[in-house]
């Protein structure tokens, strides 16, 4: 029985040094798209001008404007989902345990309470995280990269 555990903790670090490897070409590939989705809006600023705030700025400003904002969306999403992740084991920790004392009425009304607390986090760090580009005038959906 021990040497599964062994042959798990052995997969699990190949798969770790595999991941650590590829990161940083995947980041790179990443990052390159950001640079053309933000010279792309870049342009389109500059042909629909709407907000005049945007459009009275440089390239030079916009595109640091659009970077930043598009890396603090990034690392604001990747925070969202580690903060949903903590909430909804948390959720299923919390209804194993009083569903083990109580029984499964029990486990269910914590475990529903738990999805609740979960979606409305998840609905409030989204809208948090979009606010300061959405108050610029900035289009969030042109500057996601998936």
Not at 117 to 143: C, H, Q, W
Request: with cysteine; proline share 1%.
């Amino acid at each position: 029985m021990i040497w599964l555990i062994e042959i798990a903790v052995v997969l699990l670090l190949l798969g770790g040094g595999w991941t650590m490897l590829t990161h940083k070409k995947q980041s790179s590939q990443r990052e390159a798209l950001t640079m053309r989705r933000v010279d792309a809006y870049i342009e389109t600023i500059r042909r629909e001008r709407r907000s005049p705030d945007l459009a009275a700025m440089s390239d030079s400003e916009l595109r640091d404007l659009l970077h930043s904002g598009a890396r603090n969306l990034k690392v604001a999403e990747q925070r969202k989902g580690w903060i949903v992740l903590g909430c909804g084991a948390a959720s299923v920790i919390a209804a194993a345990v009083a569903g083990g004392q109580d029984g499964w009425i029990t486990f269910g009304i914590v475990a529903a309470i738990g999805a609740i607390v979960t979606y409305g986090t998840n609905e409030f760090l989204s809208r948090r995280m979009r606010a300061p580009l959405e108050k610029r005038g900035i289009d969030i959906d042109r500057l996601m990269v998936e």
